[in-house]
């Protein structure tokens, strides 16, 4: 007698098509002891930044290194800091084999990042501590496009996160610390601001993050970031005020 086990097998389960948001780690060196320091030292303020993230290794700054990358060592590396290695983009035919050999996956090559020209306005006096890295860029992202605005109207409570890819996003409710808000373009917060926001995702350098109460547990331009760890002045901490980058400094002004 013949079974049917075809007919089964499509009923037990079903094959769908899935866009994930990944943290895509930019190597701008093969040495990975350079690569461990400059992690460790940019997530010092904030060892939890990561949540068992996906990670996607770009490995177009490094194409034409003429020196090998220890795959197994970065993907490590990574783990360590609480990220999940998956797949890599951008090497040459040599690397992205050697990354194959350990588990990894060729991903699509990224499109160029849009970057918008800066206003001519009067630079400030900096006067706000800035973090920042030469060996890796963080940058979360989706293989999805989306609106020129992407607005959201409940809170967002700890555990949840938000990202408007390729547009600004805005909230109008509370986004509660441990909540994550992320932008390729700006971000509106009109209610307090206690948990993370990262504007410029991609790279714009001319984004910028508003908020009606500023008490943010984390604020990032273009992979600036400044954290809890350095207090906002008493004159804006709680009140209307922007984050904005001057050259490579993240200032927070009122508004």
Same mark, same amino acid.
């Given at each position: 007698?013949?079974?049917?086990?075809?007919?089964?097998?499509?009923?037990?389960?079903?094959?769908?098509?899935?866009?994930?948001?990944?943290?895509? +780690?930019?190597?701008?060196?093969?040495?990975?002891?350079? !690569?461990? =320091?400059? !992690? =460790?030292?940019?997530?010092?303020?904030? &060892?939890?930044?990561?949540?068992?993230?996906? +990670? !996607?290794?770009?490995?177009?700054?490094?194409?034409?290194?003429?020196?090998?990358?220890?795959?197994?060592?970065?993907? #490590?590396?990574?783990?360590?800091?609480?990220?999940?290695?998956?797949?890599?983009? $951008?090497?040459?035919?040599?690397?992205?084999?050697? =990354?194959?050999?350990?588990?990894?996956?060729?991903?699509?090559?990224?499109? &160029? #990042?849009?970057?918008?020209?800066?206003?001519?306005?009067?630079?400030?006096?900096?006067?706000?501590?800035?973090?920042?890295?030469? +060996? /890796?860029?963080?940058?979360?992202?989706? &293989?999805? &496009?989306? *609106? $020129?605005?992407?607005?959201?109207?409940?809170?967002?409570?700890?555990?949840?996160?938000?990202? #408007?890819?390729?547009?600004?996003?805005? /909230?109008? =409710?509370?986004?509660?610390?441990?909540?994550?808000?992320? #932008?390729?373009?700006?971000?509106? /917060?009109?209610?307090?601001?206690?948990?993370?926001?990262?504007?410029?995702?991609?790279?714009?350098?001319?984004?910028?993050?508003?908020?009606?109460?500023?008490?943010?547990?984390?604020?990032?331009?273009? $992979?600036?970031?400044?954290?809890?760890?350095?207090?906002?002045?008493?004159?804006?901490?709680?009140?209307?005020?922007?984050?904005?980058?001057?050259?490579?400094? !993240?200032?927070?002004? *009122?508004?």
């Amino acid at each position: 007698m013949a079974i049917d086990t075809a007919g089964q097998s499509r009923a037990s389960f079903d094959l769908k098509s899935a866009s994930l948001p990944v943290v895509a +780690v930019v190597l701008k060196t093969t040495n990975t002891e350079v !690569l461990a =320091a400059d !992690l =460790a030292r940019r997530l010092a303020d904030d &060892p939890g930044f990561f949540d068992n993230d996906p +990670v !996607l290794i770009d490995l177009a700054p490094v194409r034409d290194a003429d020196e090998p990358i220890d795959f197994a060592a970065v993907s #490590a590396l990574l783990r360590q800091h609480h990220t999940l290695p998956v797949a890599v983009r $951008g090497g040459s035919p040599a690397q992205m084999e050697a =990354a194959h050999a350990v588990g990894l996956v060729a991903a699509p090559e990224a499109p &160029p #990042a849009r970057v918008q020209p800066t206003p001519s306005d009067p630079a400030p006096t900096p006067t706000e501590a800035t973090h920042t890295v030469e +060996v /890796v860029e963080v940058v979360r992202e989706v &293989p999805i &496009p989306g *609106p $020129g605005t992407v607005v959201v109207d409940k809170p967002l409570r700890s555990g949840q996160q938000v990202y #408007a890819r390729g547009a600004d996003l805005v /909230v109008l =409710a509370m986004v509660s610390f441990g909540a994550e808000v992320i #932008a390729d373009g700006n971000v509106h /917060v009109y209610a307090p601001l206690r948990g993370r926001a990262i504007a410029g995702a991609r790279g714009d350098t001319s984004a910028r993050i508003f908020t009606t109460c500023m008490e943010p547990q984390l604020v990032s331009i273009a $992979g600036i970031y400044r954290t809890t760890e350095v207090a906002i002045p008493a004159e804006i901490a709680g009140k209307p005020a922007q984050v904005r980058l001057d050259g490579e400094k !993240l200032l927070i002004e *009122p508004l």
